[in-house]
């Protein structure tokens, strides 16, 4: 018996093993990458001694300036634009009791997240090219507007858990002391959500940053963003330049991620 | 009568909503919902000469799919190479789902089963990856795979292989991929279904001599069958319409359905059949969501 003795219900043999492999195969392939953006050496092949080397070289690279430049505009504009959408949609789907059509609107604003992206990326390219040749215009205000489309449900999904989770009684006390509905929804359900709406444009924000194909079909010539310009680079040889950008850019991912649970763990 | 009014108010509310989800519903109509109405239309129409369409009803987008005319004597064939492409992304994509479950089903039970404090450390572990950038994911792990690579670098230097492993541009680099990619959507449902799991019932199977294996086979997979399903489904959706890991890992000759969309628009310039080849992608993954949502009713509101 005592072959038995730390026998448990929750153990299956192997498992553990398993799970273990499981996490080092999912992190060592990102530690690898941040490691090498530190390379000193002129490949990624050869390990040169620590140095930041090709965050100087990605610092200096104009391409990679307007790069994270355009990112950032865009980013920015499609996760306001999103946010303040979603959060009035949230303010409308919740709490309000249903009402007809309501399904229809919550599967319009979930939507992204059900077409494959390359159907959605060619679309547009479809859409696009022709108002870009009726009009004439070429600007950033394509990405924004596919951004800021697929970016809804990232913002609208937060706000809404955080609408649901607040109970109505302090709108109702402050209406019952005679503040407009305007002054209600000033001074008590915008800061009571404001958590969700801040974690919603995070989210927003990071889901913007980060894509890739709708982008690359969307954008005009001369257009990159971050990641199309890796992916861009990636056709001629992998440089420890990427690797710099992709830690960068990592950095910046984990960063908000860490802040998005802080802000949306408040629920006890 | 009080209905008269009450049916005022509720009208003023249903209208009210509607306009505060307006700009919402508009911004989704401009920038995904119209523009995919127009690829319905044009998976409807005749390819222009060089890309675009030509404004005539056309069967021939959805009919390409499938089959194929000869140029010279006008007979129906199957289109193989069409049908090659699909059968490489239906299986990569059901491998996909198989490795991501085989890794995936212990990691979760694994995290379900630490001490309740500890869970939501394992669990942001298991999130982070998920929400890094797809395309930085699929160079960490082509760093590994490729030629002068982490794999092969050790590989070698412990004598086990003279050659590397050439991976890279094969279909094992994008099944590799893609189950690094997605397992975190495998391991997310897995464990809500498991962390509800009643671990006495394992306790009374092993009271009444039930083997391990008995106990994982006629106890466990029955009750988290949901969660299996819906990870199943959450990895076999994304992996049927990948378009950036087959693209970077696969190389050119290693095509998904996503790719040869792509293709349609780019150098095959056939707009028509690309935009058929879009549609039956969504109706595909539509049927694989629509059996979420029935399994996940099933299970009940907290699925």
Redesign the interface.
Known sequence: MAKRKDFSVTRLPGFATIALTAFVALYLPIVTLVVYSFNGSETVAIWGGFSLRWYGIAWDNTQVQEATLRSLIIAASAAGIATTVATMAALATTRTGRFKGETLIYVMINQPLMVPEIVTAVALLIVFAAVKVATGYTGLGYLILAHAAFCIPFAYLPIRARLEGMDLSLEIAASDLYATPWQTFRRVTLPLMMPGVIAGAMLAFVISLDDVIITEFVKSAGQDTLPTYMLGQLRRAVTPEVNAISTALLGLTVLMLTAFFILTRTRD | MASQAEEIAEAA??R??????A??????A???????M??LI?SFLEPGDYSGVRWNFSLDGWFQIFFQRDIFDDTVGLADAHLRIFWRSVKLSLLTTLTTF???F??A???A?QPRGRRALWL??????F???????T??????I?N?G?LNSALMALGLIEQPLQIMYTDTAVLIGMT?VY??LM?LPLYASIDRFD?TL??AA?DLYAS?WRV?RRIVLPIVKPGIIAGSILVF??S??A??TPR?LGGGKNMMI?NF??LQ?GQGRN?PL??AL?ML??LI??AA?LAYVRVSNREGPHG
């Open positions: 509310r249903v009210r909503n509607w306009l505060l989800s700009p919402a519903l508009t911004v989704l401009l920038g995904a919902l119209g523009p995919l127009v690829v044009y085989v890794f995936g212990p990691t039970w694994f995290i089963t942001f572990l298991i999130t982070i990856p929400w890094t950038n797809l395309l930085i994911r160079f960490a792990i082509m760093e590994v490729r002068q982490l690094y397992l975190p391991v671990f394992i306790e092993y391990r994982l959706v994304p049927l319409g378009y950036v970077v996503g969309i792509d628009f707009w690309g935009s879009s992608l969504l993954v539509g969501l």
